[in-house]
């Protein structure tokens, strides 16, 4: 493929604004360099993000950010640098990619709902904040809906089980806003118009594919890592991001991860 055609590509999946420099080198570890003892060298980094606009002394500003707060650390092999995750990173990644690579999250037949008398606003506020934690939604004040059985039933909660009806229109809309369903319509359109199959992408380089993938999922985690951890069921049939999943797994799919020793 030409050095044209990439562009085209890059062009494509380009952002609204350039990505965070730190944020993004900490998706290609995550897609590229997830397990212990994987590393890239600062060569290889670099020609990965100079297609983005990321300059060498930008790079360089961001591994020491990420090597200060125990994401990235940092070997000598002669003159040159060599990159990896810590154990930290490694762990956060992992978790990360749970979500980022999944094809769904799917239910269970249990559901149940704990009520809880009202109380004031701020203290409302912290319930919600560590029930949602925990994978609840807040249908309303004091009502929290989740999925599986109930373990622990705190003793001011009245629990109620059993399965799930229809889901009404206004919860997914709670769940979701309207601007995030606009950014995943817009992922989803750039990859469609992309277009990319297994037949037009024999001439990516590895370097090139791992660029474009990093393009992808970095766009991809954004969205979906800020939505609720909650079973798809209660986005909606018709929830946008459901949609973007499947186009952004089709075109990692086709995309095939590269081998690091391949980017050498």
């Not at 050095?3 to 944020?23: K, T």
């Not at 319930?127 to 705190?154: D, E, H, W």
């Not at 499947?246 to 799919?253: A, G, I, S, W, Y």
């Amino acid at each position: 493929m030409t050095n044209d055609a990439f562009q085209n590509a890059l062009d494509a999946l380009g952002m609204d604004e350039p990505p965070r420099v730190w944020s993004f080198i900490v998706t290609i570890f995550g897609d590229l360099a997830q397990q212990a003892g994987d590393r890239l060298s600062g060569p290889v980094l670099g020609d990965i993000l100079s297609p983005v606009g990321v300059r060498p002394e930008a790079m360089r500003v961001a591994l020491h950010r990420l090597r200060n707060e125990g994401w990235i650390e940092t070997t000598k092999q002669g003159r040159v640098g060599l990159h990896g995750l810590t154990g930290f990173g490694l762990e956060q990644s992992a978790i990360a990619s749970e979500t980022i690579y999944a094809s769904s999250n799917a239910a269970c037949s249990d559901w149940h709902v704990l009520c809880f008398a009202h109380v004031t606003s701020v203290t409302e506020q912290v319930r919600a904040s560590t029930f949602t934690k925990q994978g609840y939604v807040a249908v309303s004040a004091g009502v929290y809906l989740a999925n599986g059985p109930c373990v622990k039933i705190p003793s001011d909660a009245l629990a109620l089980h059993g399965s799930l009806g229809d889901v009404p229109e206004w919860l997914p809309h709670s769940l979701v806003s309207s601007a995030q369903r606009t950014a995943f319509r817009a992922l989803t359109h750039d990859l469609e118009q992309l277009g990319l199959d297994h037949s037009n992408v024999a001439d990516f380089t590895p370097i090139q594919i791992a660029t474009l993938r990093a393009q992808i999922v970095h766009r991809w985690r954004k969205l979906v890592l800020k939505l609720p951890d909650v079973p798809d069921v209660l986005f909606g049939a018709s929830f946008e991001g459901g949609q973007c999943r499947v186009e952004v797994l089709r075109t990692l799919d086709v995309l095939q991860r590269p081998a690091i020793a391949s980017l050498i």
